[in-house]
């Protein structure tokens, strides 16, 4: 007849918690949107900051015209967990969101659908036009303003700024008034990316890189002239284009002086071969074979008579190849050196039409060649333009025109070419349109950068290009460095700013010119404060539809000066310069602005090194002397997880929305943390399913701690200085974390921070220090070890919910409101908590960097046996450790048995047996497995000879002491 046992499992202090371990992210995360908005927390944060080092991240704005993409994602909340971080910190962290309203994107959408109708946009009233833009954007911010605040981003989201605000559109215009009135705005005529599809200048950062078949050509430029009479008047020199249409506009050809180069007779043709026996040709002698290939000669062929030095190149002069056909070409043609012409394809020598290309336009001013103005805003040639009048380049759609066909043809006609083929080249296209853009010589505005700006304000240099490259360097922190090196080289070597677009949706240009004068005469630009201010005044109370209501001109003008002697300027502004003038509306201008006018952060993409960190540069350099910013952060694009980039028509897009309602935005949100973002980042199921994973192990220590403090009152609470080692262990560990995570975040390290935090609650806490108290907290009564335990939980629930909650913005307000609910209670109104110094124990931690060493090879030698089923748990063994007479001094001072999880241990510095399990990276410490004597505990299982000898039924007696 067997015994009867006690079920003693009612007696244990198990852990209670509601807490879940499922998340259900994707619907309870509204719930605390809700909540934060009820209860005011970005408002009660200011509050609270009142007095406060101010910290302001001055948002890019992003663009009002589609739903978020996940890069949108990742730079949303990646600044949200700067400014969290930063207020948990002890700043006044503030975050205005804001949008870029005006331009191109937003006018195409309205153009589309006048186009549906049959209509042309040019024949709506402006002011109409621009209305519907408007109210285009505004549908826009309305939708990413909601699927931004549902990633939990946090900031004055009832009052953002507008590039589109009244008040924004008369500070642009205020800012660009600077510029006219500083005397770094001009009227110049020289090449820009021309869109022809879209009918307006872009920037450098409004066009990408694509492949697109084109006609390559080898063109003959007979020599005319040569210095001394030589044998190179019968020579002919060769270029090499992939555009066609710019042959007309040739007005010389470049040479490298560096490059070596030949004279080359040709000695045999095949048949169908555009070259003739004695024809003699210049070309650079690393690339002779290749350009006779070309023209179907093969090695045996042609024969080099001689070098041709740069002395004499630079005493040649051509003919145009269309001389003779029409006296619009009989002029001659200059061989000039450039250092921009290479070896390394082509021909060694460059077409050069300076209305077409920079380096041909540098050219052009160095040696004062012509401009041509043959080519309209809708790319076809001028109609007057012999043989090719009327062509264009490209149609209306984008596709080919007839340009590039008919010069090759009366190429062809006049003898002029030697080859032909079609080639792929990676050429420019409007990231809008989709359509290929020209270099295109056209009348634009400029804001000179090199020219001294005048203005007083030379702390950093007296020009636009000095004061960026000094505050680059002297005001600004970069974050990667390598950020600082990407827009010092551009801001280096780039040209004048190109202001206009000739759009209707934007800040226009409000400036006037004189009638009857030219852009270099001195009173060309109308400069007067007064119509300044005028113009100022109605920007403000109407926006900048002022600028294009009817009498808008005389209004302006009308009192100060004659408004019939003067021209009103209707182009915009590019909106480089609305969102490069933020600084001043936002930073300047809001009472949540920054005290300075400065941001302390920006933070974008690394393709804003030529976008919004650019242009804020260049203008800030222009109106205020110096960068807007004292620090800029840059982080990579996203890609799939094959490391591919993301386009709809391969359909590998993930959209932040579909990750929402599926993981819930605190999964997106960790998949941020864990990355390194200064590399670009992939993303796909698989990968969040491993951030889901290391979230599910970070939710169970949370819910571990919660459970294990269900009833912790301060009562309970101990002194530090009375705790055992093991807990005073994990005090010095949680002030190096505490280190470690402060100046993490406050070098905007999240994956550094992300990853110490975790380690620390995984391995640190779950693997350890959990393990090993798991069962004085189940087990023990009202003893000191407890107490001691379940204070050092409470403070690791206070530092890990605080520091984990700038980056898991949900779910530690899920953990914090477990514990501390309430109608005002949330983490995100909590600073991180203060650790002591004195916490931290070196030489404590070298003691039980030991011990731990040693429980690693106990835990390695118990797994054998339980793999090969000697023992179910660890409990169930006694082994013996030998280890040397310094570790068993360490050892002897602690629990080890409690350490390792055995029912008891032994410890011998005697030599350990053969046999003994040992771990390769361990040479002194060897362990030998014994099972434990006497009986099981009914209550905590340990196997001990004193089970059954307590008053208590079958328990040991630390279990009869816990039972009273």
Not at 120 to 147: H, L, M, S
Not at 498 to 505: I, P
Not at 609 to 626: E, N, V
Request: proline share 5%; net charge negative.
């Amino acid at each position: 007849m067997c015994a009867e046992t006690t079920d003693y499992k009612d007696t244990l202090n198990l852990p209670q918690t509601d807490f879940p371990m499922r998340a259900g992210l994707p619907k309870r995360e509204p719930e605390w949107l809700a909540r934060w908005a009820q209860i005011g927390v970005y408002e009660k944060l200011r509050a609270k900051a009142a007095g406060r080092t101010p910290f302001t991240l001055h948002d890019g704005p992003p663009y009002a015209n589609g739903n978020l993409h996940i890069g949108h994602a990742l730079n949303k909340i990646l600044k949200d967990m700067v400014v969290r971080s930063q207020q948990m910190m002890g700043r006044d962290a503030r975050y205005v969101p804001g949008w870029d309203c005006h331009g191109l994107p937003i006018e195409w959408k309205i153009e589309e659908k006048y186009r549906a109708k049959g209509q042309d946009k040019d024949a709506i009233n402006v002011v109409d036009f621009r209305q519907e833009c408007r109210k285009f954007a505004e549908g826009w911010v309305d939708i990413q303003r909601e699927e931004f605040k549902r990633l939990g981003i946090t900031g004055n989201w009832d009052d953002p700024y507008l590039t589109m605000a009244f008040h924004a559109e008369r500070v642009i215009a205020e800012e660009f008034q600077t510029f006219l009135m500083n005397g770094t705005l001009y009227q110049g005529s020289k090449p820009v990316m021309w869109s022809p599809v879209e009918k307006t200048a872009l920037a450098e950062a409004e066009v990408e890189y694509h492949d697109r078949q084109t006609d390559a050509i080898w063109v003959k430029f007979p020599v005319r002239e040569a210095s001394g009479g030589s044998i190179l008047n019968k020579a002919t020199v060769l270029i090499f284009t992939t555009t066609p249409w710019t042959i007309p506009q040739n007005r010389a050809i470049c040479f490298g002086p560096n490059i070596a180069y030949g004279l080359y007779e040709v000695t045999g043709t095949p048949d169908e071969c555009w070259a003739a026996v004695g024809d003699t040709y210049l070309i650079a002698d690393a690339l002779a074979a290749d350009v006779m290939d070309k023209a179907r000669l093969d090695a045996g062929m042609f024969t080099r008579l001689r070098d041709v030095t740069p002395e004499e190149l630079a005493g040649l002069t051509c003919a145009h190849p269309l001389a003779g056909a029409d006296p619009e070409w009989d002029f001659p043609v200059p061989l000039l050196p450039g250092d921009h012409v290479t070896d390394d394809t082509g021909t060694g020598f460059v077409h050069t039409a300076p209305s077409h290309g920079d380096d041909d336009y540098a050219i052009g001013v160095k040696h004062g060649l012509p401009m041509t103005y043959n080519i309209l805003d809708d790319s076809s040639y001028r109609a007057d333009l012999p043989f090719f009048g009327g062509e264009c380049i490209l149609k209306p759609n984008g596709k080919p025109g007839g340009a590039n066909k008919a010069v090759i043809d009366k190429l062809k006609e006049v003898s002029a070419l030697i080859a032909t083929k079609r080639i792929t080249i990676s050429d420019a296209h409007s990231w809008r349109s989709k359509a290929p853009v020209i270099r295109l010589n056209r009348p634009q505005w400029f804001a000179a950068i090199d020219k001294a700006v005048g203005d007083g304000q030379d702390t950093y240099g007296t020009t636009i290009r000095e004061r960026a490259l000094r505050s680059i360097d002297e005001l600004v922190t970069w974050t990667p460095k390598t950020g600082r090196n990407r827009l010092y080289s551009m801001i280096e070597a780039r040209p004048d700013w190109v202001l206009s677009r000739q759009r209707a949706w934007g800040v226009p240009l409000t400036c006037f010119t004189k009638k009857g004068t030219q852009h270099s005469d001195p009173d060309f630009l109308l400069r007067n404060a007064d119509v300044n201010a005028r113009v100022l005044e109605a920007f403000e109370a109407e926006g900048a539809d002022a600028w294009y209501k009817d009498g808008a001109k005389a209004r302006f003008l009308t009192g100060i000066v004659d408004p019939d002697a003067y021209d009103q300027v209707f182009d915009i502004l590019d909106v480089w310069f609305d969102s490069g003038s933020t600084h001043a509306f936002v930073l300047r201008d809001r009472a949540d602005g920054s005290t300075d006018g400065m941001a302390d952060l920006y933070l974008e993409g690394t393709d804003q090194h030529r976008g919004w960190f650019h242009s804020s540069m260049l203008q800030a350099c222009g109106t205020k002397g110096h960068a807007p910013y004292r620090g800029v952060l840059t982080h990579g694009f996203t890609l799939d997880q094959k490391g591919m980039k993301m386009s709809k028509s391969i359909g590998n897009t993930i959209a932040p929305e579909k990750v929402v309602q599926q993981y819930g935005a605190d999964i997106l949100r960790l998949w941020v943390a864990q990355s390194d973002y200064t590399a670009d980042l992939r993303i796909g199921d698989e990968i969040l399913k491993g951030v889901a994973d290391s979230y599910r192990r970070l939710r169970n220590t949370m819910r571990y701690m919660l459970g294990s403090l269900a009833d912790f009152s301060e009562s309970d609470r101990m002194d530090p200085a009375d705790m055992p080692e093991l807990e005073r262990w994990v005090l010095h560990r949680i002030a190096e974390l505490d280190v470690t995570v402060r100046e993490g975040y406050a070098r905007y390290d999240f994956q550094g921070v992300f990853q110490a935090i975790f380690t620390f609650a995984t391995v640190d806490l779950s693997a350890f220090y959990f393990d090993v108290r798991k069962d004085a907290l189940y087990c023990d009564g009202d003893t000191a070890r407890r107490r001691a335990a379940r204070t050092v939980l409470d403070i690791l629930f206070h530092r890990i919910t605080r520091w984990l909650a700038p980056m898991l913005c949900f779910t530690m307000e899920e953990v914090w409101l477990e514990r501390f609910p309430g109608d005002d209670s949330s983490v995100h109104l909590e600073d991180f908590a203060d650790t002591p110094a004195d916490w931290r124990d070196d030489a404590l931690a070298a003691k039980w960097a030991t011990v731990r060493r040693a429980r690693r090879v106990v835990t390695g030698a118990l797994e054998v046996e339980r793999t090969a089923k000697v023992i179910g748990a660890s409990l169930e063994a006694a082994p013996t450790v030998y280890v040397t007479a310094d570790v068993a001094k360490v050892l002897d001072t602690t629990s080890f048995d409690d350490l390792c999880i055995t029912s008891a241990i032994t410890i011998s510095t005697d030599p350990a047996p053969e046999g003994a399990f040992r771990l390769d990276d361990v040479a002194d410490i060897a362990v030998v497995f014994a099972h434990a004597a006497g009986d099981k505990c009914e209550r905590c299982w340990k196997i001990l000879p004193d089970v059954g000898t307590h008053a208590h039924t079958g328990v040991c007696g630390r279990c009869d002491a816990a039972l009273g």
